[in-house]
């Protein structure tokens, strides 16, 4: 009798302790709604109504959501675009610094002739009040020491070797523009460059002829100022260019073989 009254009471406390946890847990529901997927700062970028039609039409080919995450810019950080030209870019990377940072885009009197109306529409109105114009012409940069969190040159590190009469292009001295780049970017900041690729062990000529370069070229001389390779992405490669057309032929525009370099300046 007295192990059934004691078995009886051990049951009884348990009980007590059940409806007690239970009691004290919310209780759950059917129709809770499932946690909201945060939405990426550059998927953000890239899906925001204030970007021009043009822009969102070039998307599919560009990929910049993933550029733009490969790179790693931030809120806040401040970004030298080089060759800003007609925009596409300056307006992603205002974006993404949001009103915390800063965006200088860098252009010359040929790009502002080639990007045109482009340009001039790109910043009516103070549309990206976070970015400012450094206009500077070849061989005429000079940017302030340890500035910029990233800097980016987007299709035209192939022009350091281009020159053109017809278009005011002139002759970049390469080395001089390399250095005053790495002194202006911060230690432990962010070079990016992407670039049309060309035949692997080709001169840097191709940039005048073709408008490419092959990217170990562009890989020795960043490393040869102090940069160091930081990665590679290849979310732009195209396998089915021959790398020895010209990248404006109707049959490769807008489609060549691009490499997405990574560099970081030591700190």
Request: with cysteine; glycine share 8%.
């Amino acid at each position: 009798m007295r192990r059934i009254i004691a078995l009886l009471t051990v049951a009884s406390v348990f009980a007590a302790c059940d409806r007690s946890a239970s009691e004290s847990e919310p209780a759950a529901t059917e129709h809770e709604p499932a946690a909201v997927a945060e939405v990426s700062i550059y998927k953000a970028a890239v899906a925001s109504a204030s970007r021009p039609e043009a822009d969102r039409a070039s998307d599919i080919g560009r990929k910049p959501e993933a550029v733009l995450e490969f790179l790693g810019i931030q809120p806040g950080d401040t970004v030298l675009e080089m060759w800003a030209g007609a925009g596409y870019y300056t307006e992603l990377l205002s974006l993404v610094v949001g009103e915390s940072g800063k965006v200088v885009a860098q252009a010359n009197t040929p790009i502002l002739n080639f990007a045109g109306e482009a340009h001039t529409m790109r910043h009516a109105d103070n549309r990206l009040p976070n970015t400012e114009i450094l206009l500077a012409e070849n061989n005429e940069l000079v940017l302030e020491a340890d500035t910029f969190d990233v800097a980016t040159i987007v299709l035209n590190y192939h022009d350091l070797y281009w020159s053109s009469e017809e278009y005011g292009w002139v002759q970049i001295d390469v080395p001089a523009f390399l250095a005053e780049l790495y002194k202006g970017v911060k230690p432990g900041g962010t070079l990016g460059i992407i670039d049309h690729q060309a035949v692997s062990g080709s001169p840097a000529d191709t940039g005048s002829t073709l408008h490419r370069i092959d990217s170990a070229i562009v890989i020795a001389e960043l490393q040869g100022v102090g940069f160091i390779l930081d990665g590679e992405n290849h979310v732009l490669t195209n396998p089915e260019d021959d790398h020895m057309t010209g990248v404006f032929d109707p049959a490769i525009r807008g489609k060549t073989d691009r490499y997405v370099l990574r560099f970081k300046k030591p700190m």
